[in-house]
């Protein structure tokens, strides 16, 4: 009944299965009980060995440009500092607050990208910005027992925008497994330097996980990080990018449905985070539409 024949039904699964895992990151995060600092250490640790022995597998090279590995090193500190906000923001917060933060990065993207690369500003983007930024104003106005939370989810979805339009430019020359391999190990390298102030500072509980944060452990870093690279990819050898990349605005949806299903957090928000909630997905959802409709056009 629910044969997948044609490669191109096959990729839409694979995208759909990608942007799932993505989403169930969040409520990975809130059932690990660990302080965020040492989720990311542990969840890059995890994922770092499993890219590493899947490399070998594929017998693909490590060798990058000088200049190149300088500029991973880079961008895979941003990486860190950005799940760092995340789940320190789904700690402070809940997942369906982060999620609806982290929805706001295409459109930091969308302002940021035309101050470091050619790209020419546009003003229908600033447009849909401004209509996000309402969303986020109302989230902020009725759930101010967030608050912290709330900014943690903005700077993460702001370091975001960062990491992505850095990004773009070194994945053209390596395999995005190469690619992600060294900016999760520079980012590991950071991380452990900076751990030992982390834990004099802020005295997390938990310094080692139980057996129940190993199984969620295992499954963020090597399903949730690692399969959905590879799903990803998968699905792009027969789908656009344009397809995959408004699609990918699906993903803070999923993850807000499964905590709603799993930690019920629909009874714990105000009816004004669903109105704010909802003109920000709209907002991000219409922008990427508006996008992919001008390049299809232009091409």
Not at 122 to 130: G, P, Q
Not at 185 to 202: E, K, N
Not at 263 to 277: S, T, Y
């Amino acid at each position: 009944m629910f044969a997948f024949d044609s490669p191109r039904q096959k990729a839409y699964l694979y995208m759909h299965l990608s942007i799932i895992l993505w989403g169930a990151t969040g409520v990975l995060g809130r059932g690990i009980q660990l302080s965020e600092g040492l989720l990311v250490w542990y969840r890059m640790i995890i994922a770092l060995g499993s890219m590493f022995a899947f490399i070998m597998y594929r017998g693909q090279s490590l060798r990058v440009d000088t200049r190149d590995l300088l500029k991973l090193i880079g961008i895979g500190t941003l990486l860190t500092i950005h799940w760092l906000f995340f789940y320190g923001s789904i700690k402070y917060s809940n997942v369906s607050i982060t999620l609806t933060m982290l929805a706001s990065q295409g459109l930091f993207t969308a302002l940021l990208e035309p101050m470091l690369s050619p790209k020419k500003f546009r003003w229908d983007e600033l447009l849909f910005s401004i209509t996000a930024m309402l969303g986020i104003w109302m989230v902020f106005e009725v759930e101010e027992v967030y608050t912290t939370g709330i900014i943690l989810g903005l700077l993460a979805s702001f370091v975001g925008a960062f990491f992505n339009i850095l990004n773009k430019d070194v994945v053209g020359r390596y395999s995005p497994v190469v690619v992600s391999f060294y900016e999760i190990a520079a980012g590991l390298l950071m991380l452990t330097l900076f751990l030992p102030f982390y834990i004099a500072y802020f005295h997390p509980v938990k310094l080692l996980p139980s057996t129940t944060d190993w199984a969620l452990l295992l499954v963020l870093a090597v399903f949730c990080t690692h399969a959905t690279l590879v799903l990803s990819l998968s699905a792009l050898r027969y789908l656009s990018a344009f397809t995959l990349n408004l699609s990918l605005n699906l993903e803070p949806i999923y993850g807000i449905a499964l905590a709603f299903l799993i930690f019920h957090e629909n009874k714990q928000l105000h009816r004004g985070f669903f109105i704010g909630a909802a003109i920000i997905m709209l907002s991000v959802l219409l922008e990427a539409y508006f996008q992919s409709r001008k390049t299809e056009i232009s091409n």
